[in-house]
């Protein structure tokens, strides 16, 4: 099992970065696919972009990429999201989520963290 607890959100102008921060706790973290999800007001959560346990592979979804960058430090129990060029429209909460499963599927992750609020301002 794994508890994540996530950092990093605020409020930033359109154009401004951000980075995010998640610590796990658990002795098997390097074992987990992370993700970071997001979810708006009157909307679906959504995979934004995802890592496996090596940080060998990555996921973005299309609404990010070019955009964010999601890295881990697994000796430090670590998962970051980098925004860059942020939209009034990534405005949301977002999640840091854990996953056994190796193909990013967002039905598979079942250890998620409070969420931390990014407020992007036009």
């Known amino acids: 099992q794994v508890q994540l607890v996530e950092s990093g959100g605020g409020l930033v102008q359109a154009g401004g970065s951000l980075r995010l921060s998640c610590a796990a706790s658990?002795?098997?973290?390097?074992?987990?696919?992370m993700g970071w999800f997001r979810q708006a007001p009157g909307k679906e959560r959504e995979l934004a972009a995802g890592?496996?346990?090596?940080?060998?592979?990555?996921y973005y979804a299309d609404f990010v990429k070019g955009r964010f960058t999601i890295s881990r430090d697994n000796a430090k129990n670590m998962v970051y999201l980098q925004m860059t060029s942020l939209k009034p429209e990534d405005t949301a909460t977002y999640y840091c989520?854990?996953?056994?499963?190796?193909?990013?599927?967002?039905?598979?992750?079942?250890?998620w963290g409070q969420g931390t609020q990014v407020t992007v301002s036009s």
């Open positions: 989520a854990a996953s056994k499963g190796l193909e990013y599927r967002p039905s598979e992750y079942n250890y």
């Open positions: 890592i496996r346990w090596s940080g060998s592979s990555t």
């Open positions: 658990g002795r098997t973290f390097s074992t987990y696919t």
